[in-house]
């Protein structure tokens, strides 16, 4: 789906009128208008506004562009499997897993391992070569 067809289904689907929508985001409804007829596409403060408010994720906000994994465990992400920060925003680099209450679960890359050669019974030196190409894990440059 497209990102235009995305904002306007949520729209309705909270029962919001452009100009409602439009004074939450605090742009003009003719902003609003725009995205929905695919002209523009929110900025990225506004984009966030759009995730807070209705409880998606801004690469679900954008058609889902990127295929996103948790960082740390390389697990696909979607909304219902995302981390979030304190205050209830999406953290879209984590699963709720490894980044729970603003604090990442797994202190080192051993206590990971442990726990995936335990409960998907893999080899532990290829799990660590998969783990090692993550943003969370791989070696400092
Ligand atoms: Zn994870």
Request: net charge negative.
């Amino acid at each position: 789906m497209q990102t235009k067809d995305i904002l306007q289904e949520l729209r309705k689907k909270h029962n919001l009128t452009q100009d409602e929508l439009a004074e939450k985001v605090f742009l003009t409804r003719q902003a609003v208008s725009r995205w929905e007829a695919g002209e523009t596409v929110p900025n990225v403060e506004t984009l966030k506004l759009l995730s807070k408010l209705y409880d998606v994720s801004i690469n679900t906000l954008l058609g889902s562009p990127q295929k996103l994994i948790c960082q740390c465990c390389g697990m696909p992400l979607d909304d219902s499997s995302i981390s979030r920060e304190p205050d209830g925003s999406f953290n879209e680099e984590y699963c709720k897993w490894c980044y729970t209450n603003g604090e990442f679960v797994y202190k080192d890359i051993d206590s990971l391992l442990d726990f995936l050669v335990e409960h998907m019974h893999g080899d532990r030196a290829e799990f660590e070569k998969h783990l090692r190409m993550l943003k969370h894990w791989a070696p400092a440059e």
